[in-house]
């Protein structure tokens, strides 16, 4: 296996690459970081460069390209199976993939009604029906799933299913959007990871402003 490259956007907003970036991180991988920021109107040309979908995440390992979160985090499961990307037990690990699979697929209301956006003061907004209905989803989700493994993260230790869901806890917390008691320990223990404290204060040191995802 050659060295890793994960091709990244600003760390402040870019929601799909915080995904891999802290899934690396929390299980201990080295990789290089190369950040290309997106904040131009168009895209950023320089993606042509490395990005087949002229996106970000993109993952090299030497002469192959993996992009889109999901499946560079797949990908790393399979490179590293000993690090526990995945839980263990079948049954678990396809209860893992479902929620991971429905954040990936899902939730369109409340990806444009609020956007990563880790510099934003925590303020609550008003949530249309079609948020809500997101929201209570995810609620769901993350208060069965804990109860089921009793904790800190989805699956008792952090897995893929807590990467995926990695930018939605940043999205409940900037915009106030449950005051659920689960929400709130989930919310702590995410952010009380390495990956996280790290991540945020790179990207709360950063200075481009990408007027769409300022909401
Ligand atoms: N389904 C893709 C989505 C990737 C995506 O939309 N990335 C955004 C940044 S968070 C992007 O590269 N936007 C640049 C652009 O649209 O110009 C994934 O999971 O990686």
């Known amino acids: 296996m050659a060295a890793l490259e994960l091709f990244i956007g600003n ?3 870019s929601s799909w690459s915080f995904r891999p970036w ?5 299980k201990g991988i080295t990789f290089k970081e190369t950040l290309v920021p997106f904040d ?7 993606f042509r460069e490395f990005s087949p979908s002229m996106k970000v995440p993109v993952l090299r390992d030497g002469d192959l390209t993996v992009w889109d979160s999901l499946a560079i985090l797949e990908y790393l499961a399979d490179c590293f199976p000993d690090k526990g990307l995945w839980p263990e037990d079948r049954s678990t690990r396809a209860r893992a993939r479902s929620v991971s699979a429905e954040m990936h697929s899902g939730f369109p209301a409340l990806r444009t009604a609020c956007p990563m956006n880790m510099r934003r003061p925590v ?5 249309d029906e079609a948020v809500k209905a997101d929201v209570a989803r995810v609620v769901d989700i993350w208060t069965e799933c804990l109860e089921a493994s009793r904790g800190p993260f989805l699956f008792g230790t952090f897995t893929i299913a807590d990467a995926m869901f990695a930018p939605v ?3 409940f917390a900037t915009f106030g959007l449950s005051d659920d008691p689960v929400v709130a320990r989930y919310t702590d223990a995410m952010k009380a ?6 991540w945020e204060a790179d990207a709360l040191k950063e200075t481009w402003i990408v007027d769409v995802d300022e909401v």
Do not use: C, H, M
């Open 11 to 13: 760390k402040n907003y």
């Open 22 to 26: 802290i899934a690396l991180k929390q």
């Open 40 to 46: 131009f109107e168009n895209g950023n040309p320089e």
């Open 123 to 127: 303020e609550k907004i008003a949530q």
């Open 169 to 171: 806890v940043s999205r």
């Open 193 to 198: 990871t390495d990956g996280w404290q790290a």
